[in-house]
T-cell receptor, first 114, second 119 residues
Framework: GENVEQHPSTLSVQEGDSAVIKCTYS??????FPWYKQELGKGPQLIID?????GEKKDQRIAVTLNKTAKHFSLHITETQPEDSAVYFC?????????????FGQGTELSVKP | GAVVSQHPSWVICKSGTSVKIECRSL??????MFWYRQFPKQSLMLMAT?????????EQGVEKDKFLINHASLTLSTLTVTSAHPEDSSFYIC???????????????FGPGTRLTVT
């Protein structure tokens, strides 16, 4: 089945710097790649997603890039702010007996220091 | 729109007792609901998928007799942890999607989670 690897597990940046989180996936037919932000004690919130027919998508300070050939996708946060501190999860949608189910990466704990 | 609520937000129960967690879709009809468990510093682990009016489908390794899931209506699913033990202490999160209103197959929205502590 699909497998998603996420790096790094922790990331500390200074306020105003950029943060990049990378995920790789195993199923070349995967076609949906969401990113979730989870604050402490809360459920995950979708912050951005990308379909396999585009290579990049932006939403203000957040962008996601997709490289289908290399089977990896990345989250880019620019001009980071303390409120960006959270755990970020990448995911993809499983196929076959994983059909319709989100397959999550291991998570990245982002700390933005003021 | 697309709000999912969970109740309670946290619960403490004694070992051997049962506890029920509710997941509600507030402004849409949830044709499918998912239940996840998350241990500290770990990712979300899917426990089961439930479609309204049908029996839940459990992931490998999840005891269906211990984690009872009921999805009797289009806005409510419940997870009952039976004969809870300390190792069941975890953060339980539900998510929901609606495949009947033109949503993408991929859209699903998460609840705020329920922290279960078994003493």
């Amino acid at each position: 089945g699909e497998n998603v690897e996420q790096h790094p597990s922790t990331l500390s940046v200074q306020e105003g710097d950029s943060a990049v989180i990378k995920c790789t996936y195993s199923d070349s037919a995967s076609n949906y790649f969401p990113w979730y932000k989870q604050e402490l004690g809360k459920g995950p919130q979708l912050i951005i997603d990308i379909r396999s027919n585009v290579g990049e998508k932006k939403d203000q300070r957040i962008a996601v890039t997709l490289n289908k050939t290399a089977k990896h996708f990345s989250l880019h946060i620019t001009e980071t702010q303390p409120e960006d501190s959270a755990v970020y999860f990448c995911a993809t949608i499983g196929r076959g007996n994983q059909g319709g189910k989100l397959i999550f990466g291991q998570g990245t704990e982002l700390s933005v220091k003021p | 729109g697309a709000v999912v609520s969970q109740h309670p937000s946290w619960v403490i129960c004694k070992s051997g007792t049962s506890v029920k967690i509710e997941c509600r879709s507030l402004d849409f009809q949830a044709t499918t609901m998912f239940w996840y468990r998350q241990f500290p510093k770990q990712s979300l682990m899917l426990m089961a998928t439930s479609n309204e009016g049908s029996k839940a489908t459990y992931e490998q390794g999840v005891e269906k007799d211990k984690f009872l899931i009921n999805h009797a209506s289009l806005t409510l699913s419940t997870l009952t942890v039976t004969s809870a033990h300390p190792e069941d202490s975890s953060f339980y999160i539900c998510s929901a999607r609606d495949l009947t209103s033109g949503w993408s197959l991929y859209e699903q929205y998460f609840g705020p989670g329920t922290r279960l502590t078994v003493t």
